[in-house]
C-alpha cells in the first residue's frame, strides 16, 4: 500500500478521536447548542461554546461515531445544509460576542441526498464561504481526519488552517476521482498520490499552515500527545489573532484565499 | 478559430457589420452538430438547423439548447458593447495532471475559446455592467485555477468601480485535475463576491444548464437575484452519486430550475426570449 493510501486509511479509521474527544480533550465548560433555527438539528455537526485556558470560544466540529449505531444518529460525519446553517449560526454568535471561532473538520463530505438537495446544500455551502470570508472574529480550522472537498471548506474559510499528521483534505475522495476521471476504480493508489492529499504534500503548497503530529500507536491509544501540541498551537495563536485589528486580520483572511491558483499570463 | 483572444471583434467602437454577422454565424456550430438537421434532446423531434434562431431554442417545445459565451452575448448584450477582460491567463497544470495540457488543446479547439469562462464588461438597455459567461463546451465548464481567477478579477473590477455583476453560470463542478487548487477557488470566488456585496452592489446569476457542484456551492448561489432558464438541472451532488449513496429512484424533475424554484433557490425562471429585458428592468432598478 503506498504511504498515501496508509494515511487514508488511518484518517478513516472507525477508532479514530471525533471531534466530541477532541472538544472534551482541549476545552472546559462545553455547552452543545442546537439546530440551525430553520428546520432541524443536524448531529453531524456538533457545535457550542466553551472555554480555552480561560477564554471563551465558540467550537464547532464534525462529528463521526465509533460504530453504526453512533454512526447512523451523526449520518457518517456528512452534513446536510441544516448542519452548515447550524455552524454558521454559531459562527455569526461568536462574531457578536467577539469569541475566536475553532471548527475541527473530519468528513468524507457534505451529503448527497434527495433531502440535502430539496433544502440547498449548495446554498449551504456557498453561503458559509462568503460569510466566514467576511466573519469578523478569528477563525482557527483543525483538520482532524478526512477533508472531502466542499463539504470541508464549509467549515475552513479560516485565518489559520492546521493539519494532524494524518489527516487529507482533497477536491474529491481518491475513489471518486479515479472512477470519474479514468473509469477505473482500481486505480484509486495512483489517484491518492497524484492527488496530494497529505499534511506534508498540502503544507507545500499553502494550503495548510501547521502539520500537528500524532504517537506512533496511534492517536486514538495516546490522545494527550496531540491535543498538548494543539493546546500550545492555540495558546499561541489565539491572543496574536484575536489582537490583531479587524481589518487586518479580514484582509489577510481575504489575501490567503485570493493567492490559490496556478496560471500564467500572456 | 480564437475569437477571444482578439479583444478587438468586441471593442466598445464595434466592428463593420458585416464582418460581425460572419463571425456570429461560424460561433453558432459548436453546440450543435454538423449537418442540416439536429434532434431535440427533449421533444426528439428532428429539426431543420435554419430553424434554430440565435436564441438556440428549439422551434418544435422550446428546449433551451446550451449557448457558447459568444452566442450569450449576442442575445444579452448591446449590440458592440462587450469588451472582454482578463483574457490573457492561461492554464497550467498544478498537480502535474498527466496530459493535461492536451486536454485543455483540445478542448480550446472544440469550442473555440481558452478557457471555460469569458469576463468582461457590456451593456444591457444601456446599463453597464460585469460579466460573466460559462461553457459547458470547455471540459463542462469545470472550475479550475483560471476560471475562479478570472470571475474573482471580474468581481474585484466590479467592486473598484461600482458596477453590478451579472454571471452566466453552466458547470460540472470543481476541475478534478488541477486537485486542491479547484476546490480553493470556491473560497476565492466567494470571498470576492462578499466584498462587492459589502459594497452594496448587486449581482446578478443566471443558472443555466447545468449549474452543479462546487460552482453552485460558490458563487451560483449568492446571487442577490438568483434567475434561472426553464428546465436548467441545478444541484450540488450529481444524480448517479446521489442515486449511488441512497439507492432509490430520484423524482420527476429533481433537480430541475422548476424544482429549485419550488423549493426557494431560484427567484425567477425566465424564458431566454426575455432574459435580455429581464436583466434590463433588475439593472434598471438598482440604479442610484
Request: glycine share 8%.
Amino acid at each position: 500500500m503506498s504511504e498515501t493510501m496508509k494515511k487514508v486509511a488511518i484518517a478513516r479509521k472507525i477508532e479514530r478521536t471525533n471531534s466530541r474527544e477532541f472538544i472534551e480533550a482541549l476545552f472546559d465548560d462545553f455547552i452543545e447548542f442546537h439546530g440551525d433555527r430553520y428546520f432541524a438539528d443536524d448531529r453531524a455537526i456538533i457545535g457550542g461554546i466553551a472555554s480555552f485556558e480561560g477564554r471563551s470560544v465558540t467550537v464547532i466540529g464534525i462529528q463521526k461515531g465509533h460504530d453504526l449505531e453512533e454512526n447512523l444518529q451523526c449520518n457518517f460525519g456528512s452534513p446536510n445544509p441544516e448542519g452548515y446553517r447550524k455552524a454558521l449560526r454559531l459562527m455569526k454568535q461568536a462574531e457578536k460576542f467577539k469569541r475566536p471561532v475553532i471548527t475541527l473538520v473530519n468528513t468524507a463530505g457534505a451529503f448527497c441526498g434527495i433531502g440535502a438537495e430539496e433544502r440547498g446544500q449548495g446554498e449551504a455551502i456557498a453561503r458559509n464561504l462568503m460569510e466566514m470570508a467576511g466573519l469578523k472574529t478569528p477563525i482557527i480550522s483543525i483538520f482532524t481526519g478526512e477533508g472531502g472537498s466542499g463539504g470541508a471548506l464549509a467549515l475552513a474559510v479560516a485565518d489559520t488552517i492546521w493539519m494532524l499528521e494524518n489527516g487529507m483534505y482533497s477536491v474529491l475522495s481518491p475513489e471518486g476521482f479515479a472512477s470519474i476521471l479514468w473509469r477505473d476504480s482500481s486505480r484509486v493508489e495512483e489517484a491518492a498520490t497524484l492527488m496530494k492529499m497529505t499534511a506534508k504534500d498540502l503544507i507545500k503548497n499553502h494550503v495548510i499552515d501547521k502539520i500537528i503530529y500524532e504517537a506512533p500507536e496511534g492517536i486514538e491509544n495516546n490522545l494527550e500527545f496531540t491535543t498538548d501540541k494543539i493546546k500550545e498551537a492555540l495558546r499561541e495563536t489565539l491572543p496574536v489573532l484575536s489582537e490583531m485589528p479587524v481589518e487586518e486580520l479580514l484582509d489577510k483572511r481575504y489575501q490567503r484565499f485570493r493567492q490559490y491558483g496556478v496560471f500564467s499570463e500572456r | 478559430m480564437n475569437l477571444f483572444g482578439k479583444k478587438t471583434y468586441f471593442s466598445i467602437e464595434g466592428t463593420p457589420e458585416k464582418k460581425r454577422n460572419d463571425k456570429r454565424k461560424k460561433k453558432q456550430e459548436p453546440s450543435i452538430p454538423d449537418g442540416m438537421w439536429i434532434k431535440c434532446n427533449t421533444c426528439k423531434n428532428i429539426i431543420y438547423k435554419k430553424e434554430v434562431s440565435e436564441y438556440k431554442l428549439c422551434p418544435s417545445c422550446g428546449a433551451h439548447f446550451r449557448m457558447s459565451p459568444a452566442e450569450r452575448i449576442a442575445v444579452t448584450c448591446d449590440e458592440g458593447t462587450f469588451t472582454e477582460l482578463f483574457a490573457d491567463l492561461k492554464t497550467e497544470n498544478p498537480m502535474d495532471y498527466p496530459e493535461y495540457e492536451n486536454i485543455i488543446s483540445k478542448a480550446q479547439e472544440k469550442s473555440g475559446i481558452e478557457e471555460a469562462v469569458v469576463t468582461g464588461c457590456g451593456e444591457i438597455g444601456g446599463y453597464k455592467t460585469v460579466l460573466a459567461i460559462m461553457d459547458s463546451h470547455f471540459m463542462m465548464g469545470s472550475m479550475g485555477s483560471v476560471v475562479g481567477e478570472k470571475v474573482t478579477r471580474a468581481v474585484e473590477y466590479a467592486t473598484e468601480n461600482k458596477l453590478p455583476v451579472i454571471i452566466f453560470t453552466t458547470s460540472g463542478g470543481a476541475r478534478m485535475q488541477e486537485g486542491i487548487i479547484s476546490l480553493m477557488q470556491m473560497a476565492k470566488t466567494s470571498a470576492a463576491i462578499g466584498r462587492h456585496n459589502e459594497a452594496g452592489l448587486l449581482y446578478v446569476t443566471v443558472l443555466t444548464d447545468p449549474t452543479t457542484g462546487g460552482v453552485t456551492a460558490s458563487f451560483a448561489m449568492l446571487g442577490d437575484i438568483i434567475l434561472s432558464e426553464p428546465k436548467a438541472l441545478i444541484g450540488f451532488a450529481g444524480q448517479r452519486v446521489i442515486q449511488g449513496t441512497i439507492h432509490q429512484k430520484l423524482p420527476e424533475g429533481f433537480q430541475r430550475a422548476e424544482f429549485q424554484l419550488e423549493h426557494g433557490f431560484v427567484d425567477k425562471i425566465v424564458n431566454r426570449l426575455d432574459m435580455k429585458e429581464t436583466l434590463e428592468t433588475i439593472l434598471k432598478l438598482h440604479q442610484k
